[in-house]
């Protein structure tokens, strides 16, 4: 853990210096790490089981159009090995961490990866991840502005999948980071924040995250909210 | 026991996918090495790599002093190839001990007692 988020340190400090971190968003178990530091309280301790780094590009259409970076060869310094999944995608390998780059699908999806062309890398469309870019949270860390999804958000985002999960250790680890980061935020005052970002839901998506609450019998969560 | 099996199964499923990453990554470097012989008080340059067709060490005569940049980048592949290995290695141990807990018997007995569950 403790050399996972070294190399965490040290891909943010490199993406830093090669002036991309302003155009993405550190999304994942990664980012409720920052939550704790962004609140200054010892009271969240995120379970962070992953070995995904996972960077979300908000507007990958219009990303750095001034920029003409290569990460690929960024990530290469810091013994990174490139992989070819089958559908296209390219992730970054290391010995314990991967670097993969998301977007969000919008309509009826493109079907595969996307090139992003101002950092020559290509990303995963996933569903629902426009919910994360909405609404930005800059945490300062070491000299480095970095951007992570507002929790609220994220938790709420974290909910919705956990129901469109089919493996059970995914769901219920869906689950629980949005029920201990809901919980967290309470206690961070933050209740009109949950409140009004539930209503501001879409009703089919409410209604989703309803019932996924009431099959787990924490429908409560929301009502002292 | 079907989280931790789904946990380790995922964990597993990287460790493969990492281990041929790199695997494609060590052949993708500049093969051999490059090395400096004076003979007669003449220098000549080879590159030296194994063959594992022939099982022998090649030595290939190159015509000319090769360039900085090109001596530069067999002393980087020299580097890396060393700690792809060294990954490689730690990797495989990885898969071999996730293999094993799989196996496990534990496992096994969970796996009938939830099936007789159901």
């Given at each position: 853990m403790q050399e996972n988020f070294a190399l965490l340190k040290r891909v943010l400090k490199k993406l830093h210096d090669a002036g991309c971190l302003n155009h993405i968003v550190l999304v994942g178990s990664w980012a409720s790490y920052f939550y704790g530091l962004y609140f200054k309280s010892h009271d969240y301790r995120p379970l962070?089981?992953?070995?995904d780094i996972d960077f979300l590009i908000p507007n990958p259409r219009n990303v750095a159009p001034d920029l003409d970076l290569n990460l690929g060869r960024v990530f290469e310094e810091l013994d990174f090995v490139k992989h070819f999944d089958r559908s296209g995608l390219i992730k970054y390998e290391s010995k314990s961490l991967t670097i993969e780059f998301l977007v969000p699908e919008i309509g009826?999806?493109?079907g595969g990866p996307i090139k992003v062309k101002g950092l020559n890398i290509t990303a995963q469309p996933l569903r629902f991840l426009n919910m994360l870019s909405e609404d930005l949270l800059v945490v300062q860390y070491e000299g480095m502005r970095i951007k992570v999804p507002d929790p609220v958000a994220y938790a709420f985002y974290k909910l919705i999948v956990s129901g469109r999960r089919f493996k059970k250790d995914k769901k219920a680890k869906d689950y629980d980071t949005a029920i201990d980061l809901i919980r967290f935020l309470k206690k961070q005052g933050m209740s009109r924040n949950i409140t009004s970002y539930f209503n501001s839901l879409p009703k089919p998506w409410q209604k989703k995250v309803s019932s996924i609450l009431e099959g787990a019998n924490n429908l409560e969560i929301l009502e002292n909210a | 026991m079907e989280m931790l099996k789904g946990v380790l199964q995922e964990e597993l499923a990287n460790s493969r996918r990492r281990v041929s990453a790199f695997m494609a990554a060590l052949k993708e470097l500049p093969k051999g090495s490059l090395h400096e012989k004076e003979i007669k008080g003449k220098k000549y340059f080879y590159r030296a790599y194994w063959d594992p067709k022939s099982k022998k060490n090649i030595f290939e005569l190159l015509?000319?002093?090769?360039s900085e940049k090109l001596i530069a980048s067999y002393e980087k592949a020299k580097a890396k190839r060393a700690s792809y290995k060294n990954q490689i290695r730690v990797l495989k141990l990885q898969v071999h001990f996730l293999e094993r807990v799989l196996r496990a018997r534990e496992f096994r007995i969970a796996e009938a007692c939830s099936k007789k569950a159901a």
């Open positions: 962070i089981r992953t070995s009826r999806g493109s | 015509g000319d002093k090769p």
